[in-house]
């Protein structure tokens, strides 16, 4: 078949519109979980972990921690975000403190101390 100009400009069309949901629609489309930014800093004694939470309010936010997990969810409506942390030294659960400032939660996670080593006689 010949290639004409309007089956050229068809397939052009074709081709930037496919172009076009991957680089622009496809990020929008990711779960919130994916796309909201998260830093995680590693301290001496803490681990601080700041999350984007994008529309969320913090009624609608659910933090979860365990000595080596964090874990933040939020439900609004059919809207769902999850964000998981591991953590490779375990964490002092009692201590985890949170703030809420311009939709970033700051969570500082106190590391547990290492038992000191008894020196030996």
């Known amino acids: 078949m010949p290639r004409t100009l309007p089956t050229i400009a068809a397939a ?4 930037f519109e496919e172009l076009f949901d991957q ?6 489309r990711r779960p919130a979980s994916e796309s909201e930014p998260a830093m995680v800093l590693e301290l001496r ?3 601080e ?5 994008g529309a969320f309010k913090p009624s609608e936010v659910e933090v979860v921690v365990s000595e080596r997990q964090l874990a933040v969810r939020a439900k609004q409506g059919i809207s769902f975000w999850e964000r998981l942390v591991d953590f490779s030294t375990p964490v002092q659960t009692e201590r985890v403190t949170a703030r809420w ?3 970033i939660l700051t969570v500082v996670l106190p590391k547990k101390n290492k038992r000191p080593r008894t020196a030996r006689k």
């Open 45 to 47: 004694n803490a681990y």
């Open 12 to 15: 052009f069309e074709r081709d």
């Open 23 to 28: 680089l622009l629609i496809g990020p929008w």
């Open 101 to 103: 400032a311009d939709r």
């Open 49 to 53: 972990v700041r999350l984007c939470t």
